[in-house]
């Protein structure tokens, strides 16, 4: 039995379009981090192009969760509208700390970029 298999009280109250727009954010920003972090090992070895590719991936990876945080938003309207549930809760922490992880795994690169140029 799969763990989203599981019926939990109060799930009945999740359509399966919300339950997969949440899950739409919760994969694309783990993928998002899991490339960050990918990128800032290649960067620790000196290899800064293909480190380059991994943050383009993870960018992407943001934009796509982006996008759905972006339609959930609209579908509610700033009404309440979309019932709030602790998944819903979990995925926009979940997009949250992968923007921040990306973004100070950026700059990290960075600095990395700069001590192997002197």
Known sequence: MNILDVELPGSEDISSDLEEQVMGLIINSGHA????????????QGNFVKAEEVMQAARAALNEAHLVQTKLIEQDQGEGKTKMTLIMVHAQD?????????????????????????
């Open 33 to 44: 981090r899991s490339c960050a972090y990918e990128a800032l090992a290649l960067a620790k």
């Open 94 to 118: 979940h997009l949250m700390t992968s923007m921040l992880a990306r973004e100070l795994i950026g700059e990290m690169i960075q600095l990395y970029t700069r001590l192997a140029e002197k």
